[in-house]
């Protein structure tokens, strides 16, 4: 079966030290994966997407990497600060370029003083 | 630009009632999409709407409606609301129907169905 699964545990870490979530899926074959952060009660906010041909996308302190070999995506936050504490969820496309995204359940991230 | 808004942020319904939830979108844009979001799950797609007048369904379309009269409007009908469709209900928007193209949410409706 298709399924896209993320740590369901939060990952708690100290202020400064960098952060990496894991999304891992199975039966897919997505062009794109996207991820999201999403503070409680709102909605989720887009962060980076990458492309089945790239290795790794940048932006400021976030760093994603895209492995379709292992079927893998790896979400870096580097020097992370408390206001970094969100649930972080991953997503990609169903039907090969067609915008009908997958989303993971997220992982909870807090960011310790 | 007011994004993507939706109402009710909050909503109690009793088993059997009707009621539409609103969204809009001031982006011109031409994708809009209903997600429902329970605990443990990931945002699951209820239906879709590529333009004006075409709708499709999502992954859990059951005891949902949708229609797209105008490129900002896109309401989801629940037509005799369960318990299991207690959620949060995110409507969202992109330019286009294209996969790597950034989907923006709104604030969320959160519905209770006793």
């Known amino acids: 079966s298709q399924k896209i699964e993320q740590n369901s545990e939060a990952l708690n870490i100290q202020e400064g030290k960098t952060a990496t979530l894991t999304c891992n899926y199975t039966n897919y074959s997505p062009a794109y994966l996207q991820w999201y952060r999403q503070d409680p009660g709102r909605g989720p906010v887009f962060l980076l997407l990458?492309?089945?041909?790239?290795k790794e996308k940048r932006k400021e302190r976030l760093k994603v990497t895209f492995d379709t070999t292992l079927k893998q995506s790896l979400f870096h936050i580097t020097a992370s600060q408390p206001a970094d504490s969100a649930t972080y969820l991953c997503a990609l496309d169903d039907l090969g370029g067609y915008n009908k995204l997958i989303f993971g359940a997220g992982t909870r991230l807090a960011v310790h003083p | 630009n007011a994004g993507v808004t939706q109402t009710p942020k909050f909503q109690v319904l009793k088993t059997g009632q009707s009621m539409t939830l609103q969204c809009a979108q001031d982006m011109n844009h031409e994708y809009m999409s209903w997600y429902r979001q329970d605990p443990g799950m990931g945002l699951r797609l209820i239906h879709y709407?590529?333009?004006?007048?075409?709708?499709d369904q999502g992954e859990v379309p059951n005891g949902y409606n949708v229609s797209r009269s105008t490129t900002e409007d896109f309401p989801l009908r629940l037509l005799s609301a369960a318990p299991s469709q207690t959620s949060v209900y995110f409507c969202a928007s992109s330019y286009s129907r294209l996969a790597q193209e950034t989907q923006y949410f709104g604030p969320g409706t959160r519905l209770l169905v006793l």
């Open positions: 709407s590529v333009g004006a007048g075409i709708t």
């Open positions: 990458i492309r089945e041909n790239e």
